[in-house]
């Protein structure tokens, strides 16, 4: 691989050479929060103003912290102003019903409000929240919708770890983003020359002379990150995507792809006045990933992507001045963590494999290193559901990379737990509870986990790759979680109710919604048995009819929601 070394002022062309405070964003706590997707105006650059998106302010979003089982409620208002500019919002590793998980079909219009209502499950560790609208996630999060979630819990906090946010305990949210000729954010470009943390470039953060806690986020659209120190010192992983480890792990790199969060202890006692830099090591990142000096072959390349100077580069995300130890410093690692409890390969009753390939749209060959891509040889599509998985079922997934790109492979609802790598074992750091994992190109990867607590068989659960323009261009599919038991958690609490009559139906039917809002609006939605959405419609009265003369005879699955709620029914249609 190439070595070289690109300093702050070289990268930005003499721009913005001056440090800047890295920016803590504000923390919300309680269990009520209130968020506005809001347009925004940020210089990046000094004097130039950048048309920005933000929350609560002009770019990214505030950290929200949780505590584990509480209920809460999420307001999230779509206040952005453009043609066709509805949004979602993901809570990115958080395990939660279907209906509130924010995904593509949780589509949040302009000047409307979610409200969606959950209890907090995961145990503690980071996780973060952005936009997934089909088509549309990678704008939304370059642009700067993206945010960090702390939850707490009474295992961590019996461990002696630093956890005063924003003075032992700091957000690292490490991007890289495109600017056109007027500085303006561009995607779908492979010129991401310009890394941040926390939307700031060029950044140092002021931390004491003790052990300090970095929540490591990458969230990034398309690069993955070799994190390091320029002293090579270790540093100390304790917690990557679904919280603790059970043990800590001692590293001096630590690759994340996008999406992947970790939690470090950098030990900086005796270092006060000394200058240590939180660096991306690129000219060390396997061949390959995004980020690599190279990526494909002479045959199959990324666009532009040898023209970007960041890539295979070394360079600096952020510098860490050392100051005085504050009142109550921590300054010793901890060894044991938390009781991890991985599933037995032997109580799987279920394997399914995914192909991570890629698809020829026209009579040309596809690019094994830019797609099209799918999975299983399939494109997203909104109307389909791609898998079926029962409550309380263990399942082993196998993903087989066919692509010449590495691809961070993201599943909702759960967290898993990495089995083997093509056959071999599983590294420490990747031990713990995923909800991301990068798969190389050629290789096979299985995980285990489970799908507990929520079912629901017409909203479904995305699963997909990490690589926004990949995600966004079709390289995701989705899949419900169904209740054969009756054991499931009720999706939300509610008194609202359908009932559906005749049922069975021949040519029409009758939905009666019993809790309806006066002057709301409920969303009825019918798929077929293969998942294929075969009705849709906005509905201001609590009673429907439905023509069926068109349908094929058989099982079909209706859902109405309203307001944050949701009933599910089968119809049985005969002709």
């Not at 062309?13 to 506005?36: D, K």
């Not at 505590?67 to 102003?81: A, S």
Request: hydrophobic share 40%.
């Amino acid at each position: 691989m190439k070595k070289s070394f690109l300093t702050i002022g070289v990268f930005i062309s003499g721009i913005a050479l001056a440090q800047n405070p890295l920016f803590i964003p504000p923390a919300l706590t309680g269990t009520t929060f209130n968020l506005t997707v809001q347009n925004g105006v940020t210089q990046f650059y000094p004097s130039v103003n950048t048309p920005t998106y933000g929350i609560n302010g002009p770019l990214l979003a505030p950290t929200l912290i949780l505590n584990k089982f509480d209920w809460v409620t999420m307001n999230v208002t779509n206040t952005l102003v453009g043609n066709g500019n509805s949004t979602t919002m993901h809570w990115h590793g958080l395990h939660l019903p279907a209906m509130a998980d924010g995904g593509p079909h949780q589509v949040i219009a302009q000047n409307t409000t979610w409200s969606p209502t959950f209890q907090v499950l995961n145990t503690a560790g980071t996780f973060w929240y952005h936009p997934h609208g089909e088509g549309k996630t990678d704008l939304h999060v370059s642009k700067g919708l993206a945010g960090m979630i702390i939850i707490k819990d009474n295992v961590e906090a019996a461990i002696t770890l630093p956890r005063t946010y924003g003075v032992d305990d700091f957000p690292v949210i490490a991007q890289t983003k495109s600017f056109d000729i007027l500085n303006q954010i561009a995607i779908s470009t492979g010129y991401d020359t310009v890394p941040m943390v926390n939307g700031i470039i060029d950044p140092y953060l002021d931390a004491p002379a003790q052990v300090i806690r970095l929540r490591l986020l990458n969230g990034s659209s398309g690069r993955s990150f070799l994190f390091g120190l320029s002293t090579n010192a270790n540093f100390h992983l304790v917690a990557n995507d679904g919280g603790l480890l059970d043990t800590t792990v001692t590293l001096n790199r630590l690759l994340l792809s996008n999406g992947e969060r970790a939690e470090i202890l950098v030990d900086l006692t005796g270092l006060q006045g000394d200058t240590v830099f939180l660096m991306n090591y690129g000219s060390e990142i396997q061949h390959g990933i995004m980020g690599a000096d190279s990526v494909g072959d002479g045959f199959n390349q990324v666009p532009d992507y040898y023209n970007n100077f960041l890539n295979g580069a070394d360079f600096n995300l952020l510098q860490i001045n050392v100051v005085a130890q504050n009142g109550n410093p921590v300054t010793t690692i901890p060894t044991t963590l938390a009781a991890l409890n991985p599933w037995s390969e032997s109580s799987a009753t279920v394997n399914r494999r995914f192909e991570l390939d890629t698809l020829s749209e026209m009579f040309t060959m596809p690019n094994l290193a830019e797609g099209p891509f799918g999975i299983n040889r399939k494109f997203f599509d909104m109307d389909s559901i791609n898998e079926v998985v029962y409550l309380n079922d263990i399942e082993i997934w196998t993903l087989h990379n066919k692509t010449m790109v590495a691809h961070p492979f993201h599943i909702h609802d759960v967290q898993f737990y990495i089995l083997d790598i093509n056959g071999g074992p599983v590294p420490a750091h990747q031990r713990g509870q995923k909800d991301v994992v990068l798969v190389m190109p050629g290789d096979s990867l299985r995980f285990i986990t489970k799908f507990e607590d929520f079912a629901d068989d017409s909203v479904p659960f995305m699963y997909h790759c990490h690589l926004l323009h990949h995600e966004d261009d079709g390289m995701m599919g989705s899949f419900v979680v169904i209740d054969t038991s009756g054991t499931g958690v009720p999706e939300m609490a509610t008194l609202f109710t359908t009932d559906v009559y005749p049922n069975p139906a021949s040519a029409e039917f009758t939905l009666s919604m019993n809790g309806f809002s006066p002057g709301g609006t409920a969303i009825v939605t019918v798929y077929n048995a293969i998942g294929q959405r075969v009705f849709s419609v906005s509905c201001t009265e609590p009673s429907l009819k439905i023509d069926t003369r068109s349908w094929n005879s058989g099982v079909y699955a209706l859902t109405v929601s309203q307001d944050g709620n949701t009933s599910s029914r089968k119809i049985l249609v005969r002709h």
